[in-house]
């Protein structure tokens, strides 16, 4: 596989960092995960945005241009020949001295590599089952909005909930709401509404949750932040995540317990599959 690095197309096995990056040593770094659909991305300037604004909180200088960095993920995608799969967009600070500040690391790395769709049914991914983590996210964190490589809790929050046979965590805040699961942002369906708690209470500004917006506008579905506590999650109409490489997922579970099924999340994946293939589209000659 062809890994893009920094400037150059090498070899997976050639692909060397240094052991002082600050990404390494420090998660000091930004990444983004984008599904790759007919051998196009997928959300490409909306993942991109993300990460500028990023950037900017984390006093990062991105080191290639949109349109550069576009070109060079083709290519990638051409040469790994992936037509269904995932795109991974890494941004380093850099080299730096040993110790947190970032003093002289002047030189961002930035890395595309390309990985496997997840595994299922792309169009119609299953419905998942959720565990409830130990874990809490901070209220109120500045850093939850870009996303950062620093992602331990939500690596212990998934091995927890794999542990207990769940295909995924559920995430909770230091004031007991709900917020998000490990690596997907959170929907409920309350009294007609769609729901999603607030960016506020700890949430990722998800790309994909962004989308659900946008579709619910269309739809002429109501859709709000609305904060939740999770017994109230359990009373919900249908609850699902939306996340990047699959889209949008029905929860079934939560904690053994059984959620309803809604019609509404149906319409939402139907709407979701049509702009994935319209956007993925090949061009007409």
């Excluded at 996303?147 to 542990?163: C, D, S």
């Excluded at 990722?204 to 989308?211: C, F, I, Q, Y």
Aim: proline share 5%; with cysteine; net charge neutral.
């Amino acid at each position: 596989m062809m890994v893009f690095l920094n400037g150059e197309f090498v070899q997976e096995a050639e692909a060397k960092v240094s052991v002082f990056d600050r990404s390494f040593m420090y998660g000091d770094a930004l990444f983004e995960t984008m599904r790759v659909h007919n051998g196009k991305l997928f959300q490409w300037s909306q993942h991109w945005v993300r990460l500028e604004q990023g950037a900017i909180t984390l006093g990062l200088h991105v080191p290639f241009t949109m349109t550069e960095v576009l070109a060079k993920a083709a290519e990638l995608l051409r040469l790994n020949q992936v037509v269904t799969g995932v795109l991974r967009l890494h941004l380093s600070r850099g080299v730096g001295m040993r110790g947190y500040s970032p003093k002289g690391a002047d030189h961002p790395f930035l890395v595309l590599t390309t990985h496997p769709a997840p595994a299922g049914n792309q169009l119609n991914p299953p419905s998942w089952t959720l565990a409830t983590s130990s874990y809490r996210l901070p209220v109120g964190n500045p850093l939850s909005l870009p996303k950062h490589a620093n992602r331990l809790l939500q690596v212990l929050a998934k091995q927890e909930a794999q542990a207990q046979g769940a295909d995924e965590a559920l995430l909770l805040n230091t004031a007991g709401e709900v917020v998000e699961a490990a690596s997907a942002n959170l929907f409920y369906i309350q009294e007609n509404h769609i729901c999603t708690p607030p960016l506020s209470s700890g949430a990722l500004a998800g790309v994909t949750r962004e989308l659900v917006f946008k579709l619910c506008r269309e739809l002429d579905f109501d859709c709000q932040e609305r904060s939740i506590t999770p017994a109230k999650l359990l009373e919900a109409k249908g609850v699902f995540l939306t996340l990047s490489t699959l889209g949008i997922v029905e929860i079934s579970r939560i904690d053994g317990a059984l959620l309803a099924s809604s019609s509404i999340v149906s319409a939402l994946q139907a709407v979701y599959r049509e702009v994935l293939l319209k956007e993925t589209a090949a061009p007409q000659s």
